[in-house]
């Protein structure tokens, strides 16, 4: 089966971390970056509303990146960021040259930065959907859609490249 998931890069004052995300992600995370996030911990805490499994999901990645990594990635853990099925793909830290690398290879729909400091949201590469400033989307509930909408617009103060 074809992963139909981007890959996505945060960027705040602390670093960047870099995870896989469902299509409806992107809405997900902008919707998210339009209640002003200062950190990833932050953007993570806005975008729960909308899709609670997949954000846990990317947290407990973080937490098991953080447990066995700190300055490098340690050698017993690089399979695991440099493990091409990206249907799968466990959250990390971008922290040196082999997660630089890896957060870079887009996934079957593309990647997407999205720059908390700068307040910019660059698609690399997108393959799915043109994001729009103002949109709407649906919350998840077990990973399935719901009945329930989201809405979100991103302030002046946000830019989307290209």
Same mark, same amino acid.
């Given at each position: 089966?074809?992963?139909?998931?981007?890959?996505?890069?945060?960027?705040?004052?602390?670093?960047?971390?870099?995870?896989?995300?469902?299509?409806?992600?992107?809405?997900?995370?902008?919707?998210?970056?339009?209640?002003?996030?200062?950190?990833?911990?932050?953007?993570?805490?806005?975008?729960?509303?909308?899709?609670?499994?997949?954000?846990?999901?990317?947290?407990?990645?973080?937490?098991?990146?953080?447990?066995?990594?700190?300055?490098?990635?340690?050698?017993?853990?690089?399979?695991?960021?440099?493990?091409?099925?990206?249907?799968?793909?466990?959250?990390?830290?971008?922290?040196?040259?082999?997660?630089?690398?890896?957060?870079?290879?887009?996934?079957?729909?593309?990647?997407?930065?999205?720059?908390?400091?700068?307040? =910019? #949201?660059?698609?690399?590469?997108?393959?799915?959907?043109?994001?729009? =400033?103002?949109?709407?989307?649906?919350?998840?509930? =077990?990973?399935?859609?719901?009945?329930?909408?989201?809405?979100?617009?991103?302030?002046?103060?946000?830019? #989307?490249?290209?």
């Amino acid at each position: 089966m074809a992963a139909t998931v981007f890959r996505f890069n945060i960027v705040d004052d602390s670093g960047s971390v870099s995870f896989v995300g469902p299509a409806h992600g992107l809405k997900v995370l902008a919707a998210a970056c339009s209640k002003g996030p200062r950190s990833t911990p932050e953007l993570l805490d806005y975008a729960r509303a909308y899709d609670p499994d997949w954000i846990e999901e990317i947290r407990l990645g973080l937490m098991v990146f953080n447990e066995h990594n700190l300055e490098t990635v340690a050698p017993d853990y690089v399979p695991v960021v440099t493990n091409g099925d990206d249907q799968d793909h466990r959250a990390f830290r971008i922290i040196d040259a082999v997660t630089r690398a890896r957060s870079m290879q887009p996934a079957q729909l593309g990647l997407v930065v999205m720059n908390l400091r700068e307040q =910019r #949201i660059v698609q690399i590469q997108n393959s799915y959907a043109e994001l729009h =400033r103002k949109g709407r989307g649906r919350i998840r509930s =077990r990973g399935v859609p719901t009945r329930s909408l989201f809405h979100y617009e991103l302030p002046e103060t946000w830019s #989307i490249v290209p």
